[in-house]
T-cell receptor, first 112, second 110 residues
Framework: NAGVTQTPKFQVLKTGQSMTLQCAQD?????MSWYRQDPGMGLRLIHY???????DQGEVPNGYNVSRSTTEDFPLRLLSAAPSQTSVYFC???????????FGQGTRLTVV | GQQLNQSPQSMFIQEGEDVSMNCTSS?????WLWYKQDPGEGPVLLIA?????ELTSNGRLTAQFGITRKDSFLNISASIPSDVGIYFC??????????FGTGTRLQVFP
């Protein structure tokens, strides 16, 4: 069982570049979410999805887009990378927001 | 937006000591979840609480759902080196957003 798979693990971008962080889960979970982790700030919710075709904004959505065309995949797009988006990004999935969430290994992104 | 505040921010303790940390919110939560993050990994669920006043244990860990529903507590007894990591509280906000606290970083010295 793969669980939640995130790619890539590391990425360096130049300011203004765009990229997509991939997230896939094989547990048939309806709920998926993206977080960013910065020192002293905990895990902040970027976007989330309660099922295929449905997405909504979290606490810090600016500069990011998401889509959920299938139950399994929930990619996060950075439209025009900025140094403030340097962070560690985690994808998570669960049956519901109140159930156990399973996390990917994270993507460490640096924007120069 | 809604934030879960955890204290202390960090703790440096000696092996064998007990640890207490808490999580507070300005809103009522119906579920409290406690996660641990090992260095370089994603968080993993430790304990889930679903009822006000509930006290639940998982080995040396004990968590409590506060009576006001605006706070929760986590205790670790007889700490060991592998307890090192960041501990997060979390809960579903507005029923559909799983939000996390600011984290408590635990360091254990032998």
């Amino acid at each position: 069982n793969a669980g939640v798979t995130q790619t890539p693990k590391f990425q360096v971008l130049k300011t203004g570049q765009s990229m997509t962080l991939q997230c896939a889960q094989d547990m048939n979970h309806e709920y998926m979410s993206w977080y960013r982790q910065d020192p002293g700030m905990g895990l902040r919710l970027i976007h989330y999805s309660v099922g295929a075709g449905i997405t909504d904004q979290g606490e810090v959505p600016n500069g990011y887009n998401v889509s959920r065309s299938t139950t399994e995949d929930f990619p996060l797009r950075l439209l025009s990378a900025a140094p403030s988006q340097t962070s560690v990004y985690f994808c998570a999935s669960s049956y519901s927001p109140a159930a156990e969430a399973f996390f990917g290994q994270g993507t460490r992104l640096t924007v120069v | 937006g809604q934030q879960l505040n955890q204290s202390p921010q960090s703790m440096f303790i000696q092996e064998g000591e007990d640890v207490s940390m808490n999580c507070t919110s300005s809103s009522i939560f119906n579920t409290w979840l406690w996660y641990k993050q090992d260095p370089g990994e994603g968080p993993v669920l430790l304990i889930a609480l679903y009822k006000a006043g509930e006290l639940t244990s998982n080995g040396r860990l004990t968590a409590q759902f506060g009576i006001t529903r605006k706070d929760s507590f986590l205790n670790i007894s007889a700490s060991i080196p592998s307890d090192v990591g960041i501990y997060f509280c979390a809960g579903p906000y507005n029923t559909d957003k799983l939000i996390f606290g600011t984290g408590t970083r635990l360091q254990v010295f032998p």
